[in-house]
Every structure is written in C-alpha cells, then in structure tokens.
C-alpha cells in the first residue's frame, strides 16, 4: 500500500481516513452528533449516515450557536481547470441539503484565479471558460438563488482583496510551505493564494455587519487552508468557521486516490458524459471487485470494499439503504455478478445524469440570479 | 561616508547618486535628451534641468512612440501611511508638469494595502486615514481632473486583482527575496504585493484596448518594483514602462538618505506644517553648511552642497536658476549668512504651503472627481 499524501494540490496513493483524522487533528462524526443534526434536520442524509462526511472540525460548537438562534451559513467553493464529476459533487449535494434543511445562506466560491495560479500550463482564458461550465453544474443542483451567493475571485476582488490582505498579514512564507509544501521557486500569487481562500468564511460577517458562524463542507484535501484560516479569524474578531469533510470518490481505476478530472477524463465520469459514455467508461474501466471468471465469482463472491461501482453506489447513487445491503451482501456471496453490478451502476448513472443535464441547461438563464450583487 | 543601501522600503546613508546609476543599469539624462524634450515642452522644467531627475530607462524609445502620434500615459503612485511632506512632491510636480505639456492622462496609484503590510504596527484603518488625507495633497498640485484617474488597491480590486495574478504567475519567492530583501518570515501579503504595483502601467492599455506606452516618474528606491515588472510586460503582451527617476529631499538633519515621514516629523517639512512650525523646524532642524560663527563664515564661506536650506532651494522651492546661482556664490564666499539663508528658504516654504493648504483645502469637494469610475 502506498503512504497516503493529503494536500489541497496533491491526494496519492491508498488513503487511510482513520490515520488522517489523526493527522490533521479533526474529530470523527459520530452517531450522537448525526442524532443531535437529525434533530432540527427530522431525516439524515446518507452521506453522513454512511460517513462520506467522516469528521469535522467544532460541528458542536455550530449547533450550540444555531440552537441558541445564531444561525450559521454554509462555504464552500470549486477552482475551475476543468470539466465537473460525479466526485466533486459530494460537497455541494450536502450543501444543498444543509440549506433546505436548516433553511441557510450558501456562500458559494469560484477562485477563478487558483488553478491558473497552480498549474503551469493552465491560461487564465481556459479556467474561465472552466468557469463559465463550472458554474452550470452547480446552479443544476438545486441551491434556492434567494439564499445563494456566488462569488468570483477576480471579479469581486474589491470586496475581498482588503479582507484577503487582513489575513496575509498573519501568514509567514514559512506557514504556508509547512502547511503547502511550496518553496521558492513558487510564484507569488499561489503564495498569496490560501488568503484569498480565507475571506468568504467572514464576508458575510463583514457585510452585514455581524459576527456569522460558519459552516464549510469540503473535501479533507482542502482543510489546511482552513487550519491556517481557522488559527487567524479570531485574531480578527470572527468566529472560527465550523468544517465537515467528505472521503473522495474513488477514479474508475480504483480506490487509490481522490477522483481527479485532471488526470484523465477517462478515469471519471463528468456531469457532461453521455449515456453512452457512461456506459462504455463504467464497463471498460471501472475497477471490480469480483472474480476472474463466472465460476471463481459464483464460488467465492466478489469485493465489494474495493469495487469502484459499489462505493459510487455506496457514497453517491444509492439512497435507499436497503437496497445498498442487499447489494452488498449479493455481491459478496457470489449471487450478484460484476457485469450486473455494472449494469445497475450505468442505469443509476444515466438516470442522475439524465436529470441534471437538463437542469444544468436550464441552468444557462440563472446565472445572474446567483452571482452576488455588490 | 556609510555605504549607501537603497530598497522601496529603505534608504540609508550617503546616496552615491552615479553608482546607483550603475547598481541599478539605468541611464543618466542627457542635455541631448532633455533638449529632445524641449522640442515639444518649448520650456524645460528645472528640476529636469538640475538633474533632480538624474536618470531615466527607455526615454529615448518613449519620445520616438510620442513622435510617432503614439502618445504615452503617467503612472505613479502613493503607498499612505502618514503625512505627505515636501520631498513626496518631486515627482508628482513632475508629472503635473509633464501633464500640462504633453497633454496625456495621469494614472496615480493609491496602494493603500502597501504599508499595512510591511509596517508591523500600522492598522489598515491608520492607512486608509492617511490615504483620505494624502489625495487631498495630490489634488491639490493642480492635476487636470478630465485626465487624471486615481486607482486605490482595495477599491480597485476587481480591477487590479486578475492582471496582478497574470504578472504574480511570472514572478518566484527566489525572485523578489532578491530584489527586496524579503526572507521566510516576511507575510504573504507583502510577497504579493509587488504584482499589484506592477498592474497600473498596463492596466491603461487593458481597459481601452490598445497598446499605450507608459511613463512612471518616481522616487529612484521604488525601481526594483519596475525592474521586475519591465521584464514581465513583454511576456504579457504590453510595452515595457518607461521610467524617469529622481533624487531624495534630504531629510532637515542632512543630506544622509531619503526624506522620511516615517522616522521623525521633526525632521520633515510636512505640507500641513503652519508658518510658525516651519519657522522653528528649520531654524532648529536644518543642517547647515556654514562655519560656526559668524566671523568664520564671513571669512571661510559656507558650503552649499552640503546645506539643507540650499538643496531644498535647488530642488524644489527656487525656480529661478540665476536667482539660485546668486545665493549658491554668496553662501560659497561667505557674503550670504546661515540665518539669512534659512529665512530665505523659511519664507520660499511657507509662501509655497500657503498656496498648497488653499488648494488641499478646496480639494475636499473635488475627491470624486478623480477617483477612477469603474
């Protein structure tokens, strides 16, 4: 097994949730906690019923404040290089979750300027046109556009660059290479970068004029921003914002990894793909966890812990827990074939796909309803 | 003599003016050069004309575009920390002058997320009460409001933000660590920061489209800023900026380094300093070349290079050259005493500040006028 590397540029090899609870200093979601949410929630998501959202960072703190009325909003953000997946999804269907749920404000990021930053061969024009796709995928899912607000670094940069500049004051070169693994061969605009990151998590503190507790879904890859953030905002009179953090969705090729669109559009399924294209990349690629052949699978059954379309099901597709179990165990005995679990998986695809690509081109006459108004 | 130290964010000891010409690859102004000017200016300002503007790059090249119909634009620009004295106003004079007589729009920068970040102690609210204070010094020198835009960085952001990722992507850590001395515990605000200065001398060419050659008149501590910048605009499609440079207003206690309001009032003469302050501040503060008393003066003579009251003459209060000749040769013989020159130059002073405090004060009303409408 490859040593696991977690960081906001760079997840590699098999990643050891438990060991990185550890090493990032987060706290296990735990039962009594999904009980204290469902409370106020009546139902629970599956995600963090099945601890897709694996731990967090002060979420009992956040729901002391919302029980005391003070209610939180949500932050959560996409860099743009790329066309969306299935994995990027994860954070932001618990968003829209939260929302209807606890009936809050999103705060929604576009660091239009991360990526371009981050990655050498990357024009500024090609992650705007990332942008302008990006943005699609988001509006497609559902966020109410009274109470979301998109926020585009470059664009309103007048309403973060002074807040952003509050922050950067408090961050050495040498916190930002510990916590980034940068050197001096970085540019300056990616070590300028994790401020800008920073201010949404108390923008909306600024703007209205109050102190807002914060609430941010991410993936665990993004949380050292937020370590470095979270040790900063009180210094500057703002509450530390409340994280969770969501496990990855494994690429096709295997549970080694974070999904990344950057490596190989083949490696994972986009918001965009065809029914067609779902199901030759699913048959094609998909790593299974069953056996060589027929017979050796109906004898010993497969894996369903390291089989790419289970843990779609598992963590995205599959809503209905019994049917998930039944799956499993039908699987593990040998009962269900690879072939059938793929097939199931397609229908599952294409069916979400199906639904969000038509909102998603509904989508194109909303943008102004989300971009926020200055 | 102490060796002479000159970064945008420090100046110490004896200013060795033609070693910084070759230290910094910059050329000197010509008599050649300045009559090229005059050709189209008919008159030739005196402080291009003493060489207080000493040096210059890309002059040549900028007067061929002029003479082409490629007409340039000014840039320059004010970092506010605390009160505007008389050596801040070399190069804005310049430009007002420079204005006037080629008839071309003035961009003045007012960077008011700079000091905030390299000064420990400064708060941004501390800056932003000297930027409201500092416009009003620069409105005042008479700039035409239809051709002078001023940009401040927070205000701007969203103007400045994209350009200043597109130079920050060229610009390493290893790279400004060289040019201004910044080392692993400077904050990364301060690392960014160059990027955003850089943006006004092509941000003229962005918002209208077309290629327009840029001239910076400025203090010669803040070229490593521009050396930096010159080697990035090419790359990014725009004219290198051409840049003229001047000396520094020694500070009252002598011609050792750069005027500074940050080291002491006492030793500055600020634009908001009444009669009587200015009075006591050169009697008391300006160093003087004369001998110790007044029978030795009148028998060795004084040495006018070295006295404050006569470089502040020379650079900045008399205008008239044959005027200036006079006291330089009566203060050399002995003729023209310590006190009187200090009264001449107490009087020069105050009749300039009276005039300026009129027009600070008027331009009270006139702020929008000049600040850039997005």
């Not at 703190?61 to 997946?85: C, M, V």
């Not at 990616?190 to 998590?201: E, G, L, N």
Request: aromatic share 12%.
């Amino acid at each position: 097994m490859a040593e696991h590397l977690v960081t906001p540029w760079e997840v590699k090899g098999d990643i050891d949730y438990e060991k990185l609870v550890k090493e990032f200093g987060v706290e296990k979601i735990s039962d009594k906690l999904l009980e204290r949410i469902q409370k106020h929630t009546k139902e629970i998501h599956f995600m963090l019923r099945r601890k897709v959202f694996f731990s967090h960072r002060d979420l009992k703190w956040l729901l002391d404040e919302y029980e005391k009325g003070n209610k939180f909003f949500l932050y959560t953000g996409r860099a743009p290089s790329g066309p969306i997946h299935l994995g990027h999804l994860l954070p932001w269907i618990m968003c829209k979750w939260l929302q209807d749920k606890f009936d809050v404000e999103m705060w929604f990021q576009f660091p239009n300027e991360e990526k371009f930053l981050f990655k050498k061969e990357l024009s500024f024009e090609k992650a705007q046109e990332a942008l302008n796709e990006n943005i699609l995928d988001v509006i497609a899912l559902g966020f109410d556009p009274k109470k979301t607000h998109f926020l585009i670094d470059t664009k309103h940069a007048d309403l973060f660059y002074e807040h952003a500049c509050k922050v950067a004051k408090k961050i050495t070169f040498n916190m930002v290479k510990a916590s980034f693994g940068l050197d001096d061969s970085t540019n300056i605009g990616a070590i300028f970068y994790t401020s800008m990151q920073a201010v949404p998590a108390f923008l909306p503190s600024v703007l209205k004029g109050k102190n807002i507790p914060c609430l941010i879904p991410l993936g665990v890859d993004q949380d050292p921003h937020f370590r470095l953030t979270r040790d900063i905002m009180p210094k500057l009179g703002y509450y530390k914002p409340s994280i969770i953090h969501s496990m990855f969705l494994p690429p096709l090729s295997g549970v080694e990894g974070k999904t990344s669109s950057s490596s190989s559009d083949k490696n994972v399924i986009l918001t965009t793909d065809s029914p067609k294209e779902v199901k030759n990349k699913i048959n094609k690629y998909a790593f299974s966890g069953g056996q060589p052949t027929l017979e050796e699978h109906r004898k010993k059954g497969g894996n369903p812990d390291i089989d790419v379309c289970f843990q779609y099901l598992r963590m995205l597709l599959e809503e209905d827990d019994k049917k998930l179990e039944q799956i499993y165990k039908d699987y593990k005995s040998g009962k269900l074939l690879t072939g059938e679990l793929k097939k199931y998986t397609i229908d599952k695809i294409n069916e979400f796909l199906k639904k969000h690509q038509e909102k998603r081109e509904k989508a194109k006459k909303k943008i102004n309803d989300f971009i926020y108004k200055k």
